[in-house]
């Protein structure tokens, strides 16, 4: 049976599950790169990398970028590609001088829930009904208590509110990015991947020589972290995500802002050696059962099989 946001299925599951992974382990790579490469460069590097690597990829496929050939398809692809790659991280890069860590992480995990009213105006066959608000607004609460008061704790800049703001954007531009590919018209994954992070690349690579001059040197631990924040969350990242919600729904691939926190606090405990609390765990619990509720009926209809 072919997956659909009723029934995404055993695959798109495991999709999630991985790419939970991979995007958790995003915030370690990037903090990385961060330690020895200015925030644009480390936003343009992402995304332009990536795109090369996706561009030689999907042409030895046969999906290379020739094959969107409409001008509609364009459209949807330049959409995306500026909203929700090259304005997102822009956006977030600015926004993240200015804000915790802490805060940042709340506002991506408000991604479910502000896709929720999108879906039900421009994705109506996703099915928005009282169990997956109920799930979605449970699994934001979970974060909220894995992340802890630290989230809303001012960092003293003074752009904090600006900083706030351009955060919770992003989580916006997001969302529409979501509804944007559910909506697109029909053509190969790798092609969409590849064409979205090429206009990102097309506006984010000016402004890192704007604002940060010339290019860094990649030899070096900063620039390794930085090559697989590209190679790996970035472009598998950005083909996982595609294939996820051209199958399964916009909504069902915004669970990943839940996985994603508490992956990133596993790599912690495991990686850099940080502490979980009796919260976290709390938090944790709460948010793999705001994701059983929104997709009860689903794990129902698999568990039957």
Same mark, same amino acid.
């Given at each position: 049976?072919?997956?659909?946001?009723?029934?995404?299925?055993?695959?798109?599951?495991?999709?999630?599950?991985? $790419?939970?992974?991979?995007?958790?382990? !995003?915030? @370690?790579?990037?903090?990385?790169? &961060?330690?020895?490469?200015? @925030?644009?460069?480390?936003?343009?590097?992402?995304?332009?990398?990536?795109?090369?690597?996706?561009?030689?990829?999907?042409?030895?496929?046969?999906?290379?970028?020739?094959?969107?050939?409409?001008? #509609?398809?364009?459209? %949807?692809?330049?959409? %995306?590609?500026?909203?929700?790659?090259?304005?997102?991280?822009?956006?977030?890069?600015?926004?993240?001088?200015?804000?915790?860590?802490?805060?940042?992480?709340?506002?991506?995990?408000?991604?479910?829930?502000?896709?929720?009213?999108?879906?039900?105006?421009?994705?109506?066959?996703?099915?928005? *009904?009282? #169990? #997956?608000? !109920?799930?979605?607004? $449970?699994?934001?609460?979970? @974060?909220?208590?894995?992340?802890?008061?630290?989230?809303?704790?001012?960092?003293?800049?003074?752009?904090?509110?600006?900083?706030?703001?351009?955060?919770? *954007?992003?989580? $916006?531009?997001?969302?529409?990015?979501?509804?944007?590919?559910?909506?697109?018209?029909?053509?190969?994954? @790798?092609? %969409?991947?590849?064409?979205?992070?090429?206009?990102?690349?097309?506006?984010?690579?000016?402004?890192?020589?704007?604002?940060?001059?010339?290019?860094?040197?990649?030899?070096?631990?900063? *620039?390794?972290? &930085?090559?697989?924040?590209?190679?790996?969350?970035?472009?598998?990242?950005?083909?996982?995500?595609?294939?996820?919600? #051209?199958?399964?729904?916009?909504?069902?691939?915004?669970?990943?802002?839940?996985?994603?926190?508490?992956?990133?606090?596993?790599?912690?405990? &495991?990686?850099?050696?940080?502490?979980?609390?009796?919260?976290?765990?709390?938090?944790?619990?709460?948010?793999?059962? *705001?994701?059983?509720?929104?997709?009860?009926?689903?794990?129902?209809?698999?568990?039957?099989?």
């Amino acid at each position: 049976m072919n997956a659909s946001p009723d029934n995404p299925g055993l695959k798109n599951w495991l999709s999630i599950l991985v $790419l939970g992974v991979i995007w958790g382990g !995003a915030f @370690l790579s990037s903090k990385i790169a &961060l330690g020895g490469i200015g @925030l644009w460069w480390v936003a343009a590097g992402r995304v332009s990398i990536a795109a090369v690597a996706l561009i030689i990829l999907s042409s030895l496929m046969g999906q290379g970028v020739h094959r969107i050939r409409d001008m #509609r398809s364009w459209l %949807f692809v330049g959409s %995306f590609g500026f909203i929700a790659t090259a304005s997102a991280m822009a956006l977030l890069s600015w926004g993240q001088q200015h804000v915790s860590s802490a805060f940042a992480g709340v506002t991506m995990g408000a991604i479910p829930l502000l896709i929720l009213p999108l879906a039900a105006v421009f994705s109506k066959d996703e099915g928005i *009904g009282p #169990r #997956r608000i !109920a799930g979605f607004c $449970l699994g934001f609460v979970g @974060l909220l208590v894995l992340v802890g008061p630290k989230a809303f704790t001012s960092s003293g800049a003074d752009l904090e509110t600006l900083g706030r703001l351009a955060c919770f *954007g992003t989580a $916006l531009l997001y969302s529409v990015g979501s509804i944007i590919t559910r909506r697109s018209p029909s053509m190969p994954p @790798l092609a %969409f991947s590849a064409a979205a992070l090429l206009v990102g690349s097309i506006f984010l690579l000016p402004l890192a020589f704007w604002f940060e001059g010339a290019p860094p040197r990649l030899g070096n631990t900063a *620039g390794y972290a &930085l090559i697989y924040a590209a190679l790996v969350p970035t472009a598998i990242g950005a083909v996982m995500r595609v294939n996820i919600i #051209r199958s399964a729904g916009s909504v069902f691939m915004s669970l990943t802002s839940y996985l994603v926190p508490v992956w990133a606090v596993i790599f912690g405990m &495991l990686i850099l050696g940080e502490q979980i609390t009796s919260t976290m765990i709390f938090g944790m619990i709460l948010i793999l059962l *705001g994701i059983g509720l929104s997709q009860s009926r689903a794990l129902m209809t698999m568990f039957k099989r």
